[in-house]
């Protein structure tokens, strides 16, 4: 499977399918047991999940993955604090960089969690939780973004909010998205990959997905 | 708030160090010196979430690298408390590649086998660790101004208080600096903290290293302060008894493993006088602190309102 | 070769007594996922109850019965009143089982003081017996095979029956196996129980051959632990190769260079946990 920079990508498929194993693959929180990934042009197949990370990866999770014993300002604070050399510096406060700071603050507003930053993460709504998930792996200019479902349990009001939020990044970040909602995936991206049993079987625009034999018979039985 | 409590609590210690007779300023600064290896052992446990069940290695090395050389090289306080210092650190660095390959339980249990292999080498090293003799007749440590000797247990409760306070300022420089949010985060999520870019192995080794700096520290106070050192300092029952210290003050808080030093060893003087039933005493408040009051007496205490 | 074989046979009864010992904590620490540092206060007291009721009794056989029995009973109370309630918490089992080890290493001397003592051998096996040119201890003999019976037995059970089948449904998948009926609890507790009666057992049959003194319930977790690690956790095997791994190689420690005996245990142990902690046989 390829991407193009730019491109906003939805990746479908039947439960089981493997969407999840993949970006753990891409990710780099599993190996894979044959193939490679290339990121942005080289292999990083034997890579860290740190180092794709500062290469322009960035990923939410199938299960929100936050830190949920800090407050909603100290998470930030970590997702802002990554890229930088800084991270490793035991001697100063960690409050003491006006640059990190600035940054948080302005996270903290764009993002319209001013008012809650004291809170911790484990006391916010789940739809809170999910757009704080996203807004981390943003905090760092990715330049390729994972989203597992990032829809998966939030009211319609939610989602449409939560749509807004992914469609806003220009083209410098190139978005794959997992997603169960056919409507969400057909709304945000421009091309589909359908995932079965390991193997991707179909790809293209919309349309040309749809009208597909193969992906017709996986999802209305018949294979 | 915290700074008029840390002050109060120092001016106690400080007024029961000059007040009592000796016998009871002895036990204070074992008090202070197992509140040292207990902060050290906090960093690892409290703040990165690594539960070591084996630091007292690294106590052991500071304590008998530090009796070593003020037995064979030099009496200075400073030569001998980097060496022992040193010698935790080095350890440290050797056993944390190893013990770092693994997780939760399996963790547990290296550290406890690798604190084990440091148990054994200082009973069967007969040539340099003198065996399950140990080092003896290790002198009083000379910090170099003429007029001060540290032969008085006055002055060595001095040094070892403002060793604690030092090593309280470093934890909290440490733990208020990016590293220490780091591994903060490491603790509550290290697979969120990989994905966002850090590199988890790297912070906990460093943790590790440090910690074991800090047992290291603790060991080379504890050495010149009784004049010997044995095997059973390396033991697990020593570091279980640390982990107690930092459980029963409150993991992942400054003075949590303070308390909790104190509280036991002044407990455990208190009773070994009047019982010989302090193992059961013990055993008992292993239970008692794991069924009761899991986040500790200072978390009890300072009830925390909203987030840190 | 005489030398060979006498101490062949010396590993390979203690590695008997390891066997019972960890048979126990291996399928405890698989199917619970509890660390239980109070297993080696099961052989402890499992052996200085033997002491008593072999001393009361005269009989070895009555000790031998007896013994295991109470100790089981005594596992289950700590299964079901404490560790119970520490579940999924690795940290606080530690703590908490090494209290219980603490009191119950107390209690112990208090009870029987603090010498070291030998637990009386059955007259029946008291002798040596010859095969070929070399003399063998009839007890260490005896040993060797009763660990055998008992590791075949086990095998059966955990193998061969209904009971044993739902055992390894709960190791397996503790929630599929409640969602199919079975009664987790009483699993576990009966595991528990077991495996703390055949420490207790290893420590009437142990403490004949090695004493009981104080201190022996920690040299003997440490060796337990080790035996768990190396042979795999959870696998009634791994406990068998594991026990055998480790009282042969610590018995030659010992016979060879008993400065270096202590790394032969632990040395072996550090080694599997930082390249293949599932162990031999282990399930991760």
């Not at chain 1, 039947?14 to 990934?37: A, D, E, R, V, W």
């Not at chain 2, 192995?201 to 910690?211: G, I």
């Not at chain 3, 409640?178 to 009666?197: C, P, Q, S, W």
Request: glycine share 12%; with cysteine.
């Amino acid at each position: 499977m390829t991407m193009q920079a730019g491109e906003r990508r939805a990746l479908l498929g039947p439960n089981g399918s493997g969407k999840t194993t993949l970006f753990n693959m891409i990710g780099g929180q599993t190996k894979p047991t044959s193939g490679k990934i290339f990121l942005f042009g080289n292999n990083a197949t034997d890579d860290p999940p740190h180092r794709r990370a500062h290469s322009g990866l960035s990923r939410t999770f199938q299960i929100t993955s936050l830190f949920p014993n800090l407050s909603v300002v100290e998470n930030i604070h970590l997702a802002v604090m990554a890229p930088s050399p800084i991270r490793y510096a035991p001697h100063r406060a960690a409050e003491s960089y006006p640059g990190i700071m600035r940054e948080v603050e302005e996270l903290l507003a764009d993002w319209r969690f001013a008012g809650s930053r004291e809170r911790l993460v484990r006391d916010l709504s789940y739809g809170d939780q999910r757009k704080l998930e996203i807004a981390m792996a943003l905090a760092h200019r990715p330049r390729l973004l994972l989203l597992d479902e990032p829809t998966a349990g939030l009211s319609a009001a939610e989602t449409s909010d939560l749509i807004e939020v992914i469609k806003a990044p220009g083209p410098e970040v190139s978005i794959l998205m997992i997603e169960h909602d056919v409507d969400v995936a057909l709304d945000v991206a421009d091309r589909i990959s359908i995932l079965d049993r390991g193997r991707i079987v179909a790809e293209g625009t919309a349309i040309e997905v749809r009208s597909n034999q193969a992906v017709q018979a996986i999802y209305f039985g018949g294979s | 708030m915290r700074a008029v409590g840390a002050a109060i609590a120092i001016a106690l210690v400080v007024i029961a160090g000059v007040a009592l007779p000796p016998y009871y300023e002895e036990v204070l600064v074992d008090g202070l010196i197992n509140a040292v290896f207990a902060v050290s052992l906090n960093l690892l446990l409290g703040y990165t979430g690594l539960p070591s069940l084996g630091h007292a290695a690294y106590f052991a090395s500071g304590a008998y690298a530090a009796g070593l050389v003020s037995l064979h090289v030099t009496h200075s306080f400073w030569i001998g408390a980097l060496s022992g210092t040193a010698a935790g650190a080095i350890l440290g660095a050797i056993f944390g590649v190893v013990a770092l390959r693994t997780k939760g339980a399996y963790f547990l249990m290296i550290t406890l086998a690798l604190g084990q292999i440091a148990w054994a080498v200082a009973y069967s090293w007969r040539d340099v660790t003198g065996g399950d003799d140990g080092l003896r007749g290790i002198p009083a440590p000379d910090i170099g101004l003429s007029i001060v000797h540290l032969d008085g247990p006055r002055l060595y409760f001095v040094l070892t208080l403002i060793a604690l306070v030092a090593t309280l300022a470093a934890t909290r420089l440490l733990v208020g600096s990016p590293f220490g949010r780091t591994l903060r985060g490491i603790k509550d999520n290290s697979v969120r903290m990989g994905a966002l870019g850090y590199n988890v192995w790297l912070h906990r080794y460093l943790a590790f290293v440090m910690a074991s700096a800090g047992a290291g520290f603790a060991g080379v106070l504890f050495v010149y302060h009784k004049g010997f050192v044995s095997p059973d300092v390396a033991h697990v029952v020593t570091s279980a008894q640390a982990m107690l210290m930092v459980i029963l003050g409150g993991a992942g808080t400054l003075w949590g493993p303070v308390a909790g030093a104190m509280t036991i060893t002044v407990l455990g003087n208190f009773a070994s006088t009047y019982t010989l039933h302090w193992t059961l005493i013990l055993g008992l408040l292993y239970i008692g602190v794991v069924l009761i009051a899991p986040t500790g007496i200072i978390s009890v205490l300072a009830r925390p309102k909203g987030s840190r | 070769m005489n030398f060979w074989s006498i101490q062949l046979l010396n590993g390979l009864s203690l590695a008997m007594v390891l066997f019972l010992l960890s048979a126990g904590l291996s399928v405890i620490f698989g199917l619970m996922r509890i660390i239980n540092l109070a297993h080696g206060s099961f052989y402890l007291i499992g052996g200085y109850i033997g002491l008593t009721v072999i001393e009361r009794s005269g009989s070895f056989w009555f000790g031998l019965a007896i013994a295991p029995i109470l100790v089981g009973l005594l596992g289950v109370i700590l299964q079901r009143l404490l560790l119970r309630r520490v579940q999924h918490d690795e940290l606080s089992q530690v703590l908490l089982s090494f209290g219980v080890l603490l009191v119950c290493s107390d209690v112990a001397l208090t009870l029987w003081g603090g010498l070291p003592q030998t637990l009386p051998r059955p007259e029946a096996l008291d002798g040596t017996i010859k095969l070929g040119t070399i003399v063998f201890p009839m007890y260490r003999m005896a040993l060797s095979m009763a660990g055998i019976a008992v590791a075949v037995i086990l095998w059966l059970l955990l193998g061969r029956t209904k009971v044993g089948a739902r055992v390894r449904a709960s190791v397996d998948d503790e929630e599929m196996a409640r969602g199919i009926g079975i009664n987790t609890g009483a699993v576990f507790a009966g595991v528990f129980g077991l495996g703390a009666a055949l420490a207790g057992m290893a420590g009437v049959l142990g403490g004949a051959m090695l004493g009981v003194y104080p201190g022996a319930d920690f040299d003997v977790i440490l060796l337990a632990f080790a035996v768990v690690v190396i042979g795999g956790l959870g696998s009634l095997r791994g406990a068998l190769v594991g026990s055998l791994f480790i009282g042969i190689a610590n018995t030659l420690g010992n016979a060879l260079m008993p400065q270096f005996a202590l790394f032969t245990v632990f040395v072996p142990m550090v080694a599997m946990l930082a390249f293949r902690p599932s162990g031999f046989f282990g399930r991760s």
